[in-house]
Structure formats: structure tokens, C-alpha cells
């Protein structure tokens, strides 16, 4: 239910943010159109990470478990960006440990499943450009 919560916070946010006039096939296809990492991010995980992926959403104080601060992925990893790992994490195939169940919304799922007819190849794109991202704002 939280995974479902916290997916449908994120197009409500960004749906509110479209002009008055966006139809719902406009909005969708605005979502899912964009494919920098920065405004993927935005979109989809800065409700639970925040706008600067430091864990402090709008919805962060609402889940049982805090979000992770995102820019310390290396330093808590050695100094190593995982790259491969963290898109295992986005898309799903490893699940998020400690949340008792998985709060995380499944972005695999969702972009697959959101009737715009997204093939496997499209959906790794884009989760490939926000973890391109991710990489990119990593603390020294």
C-alpha cells in the first residue's frame, strides 16, 4: 500500500505542476517523456528523498524507515558508486532491506506498466539516467 501511496504522490505532485489545461494523456506522457536523470529524479523519488536526495521528502517523516541520504551512496560503499546495484534497487530486483516489506515504489513496474506501451529497453534508459544522476551528485 505505501509503495502505491508514494507512486501516486509523485504524479500527483507533478500533475499539480502542469498547466491547468494538461489532459491526463498530456500529464502522462509528460512524466514518462522526460529522460535526464535530474527531472526523473524530481519526479519520481524526490517526494521520499527530496529534492537534493538527502532523504528529507516531503513524505519522509511519513514512512516507518527514513529515506537514505542518496549523495552518500559511495562513501557508505567505500568510496565506490555501484551503479549496477543501485539500478537493481530502482527497477526492483533487490528489494530495500530493513522497511519490513518494501516501501519503495517498484519505478520498474511502474514505468512498464504505465499504458504508454515503454519497452524493457526504454525503461532501463531511464532508470539508467537517474542513476547517471545519482552518480553525479555524490559527496566527496
Known amino acids: 500500500m505505501a509503495r502505491l501511496a ?5 504524479l500527483v505532485a507533478f500533475a499539480v505542476s502542469m498547466p491547468a489545461t494538461a489532459s491526463a ?16 529524479f524530481r519526479t ?8 537534493e536526495a538527502k532523504g528529507d521528502g516531503p513524505l519522509a517523516d511519513n514512512l516507518r524507515v527514513r529515506p537514505p541520504d ?23 530486483r ?28 526504454q525503461v532501463k534508459a531511464r532508470i539508467g539516467a537517474i542513476v547517471e544522476h545519482l552518480k553525479s551528485i555524490q559527496a566527496k
Open 6 to 10: 508514494c507512486a501516486l504522490c509523485a
Open 70 to 92: 542518496l549523495t552518500l551512496l559511495a562513501k557508505r560503499n567505500k568510496g565506490t558508486f555501484d551503479a549496477e546495484k543501485v539500478h537493481r534497487v530502482i527497477d526492483g
Open 94 to 121: 533487490d528489494p530495500v532491506k530493513g522497511h519490513g516489506g518494501s516501501d519503495m515504489p517498484v519505478w520498474g513496474d511502474a514505468l512498464r506498466n504505465s499504458g504508454q506501451g515503454y519497452s524493457e529497453e
Open 25 to 40: 494523456q498530456q500529464t502522462a506522457e509528460a512524466i514518462l517523456a522526460g529522460s535526464d536523470g535530474a527531472s526523473l
Open 44 to 51: 519520481y523519488c524526490a517526494s521520499c528523498h527530496g529534492k
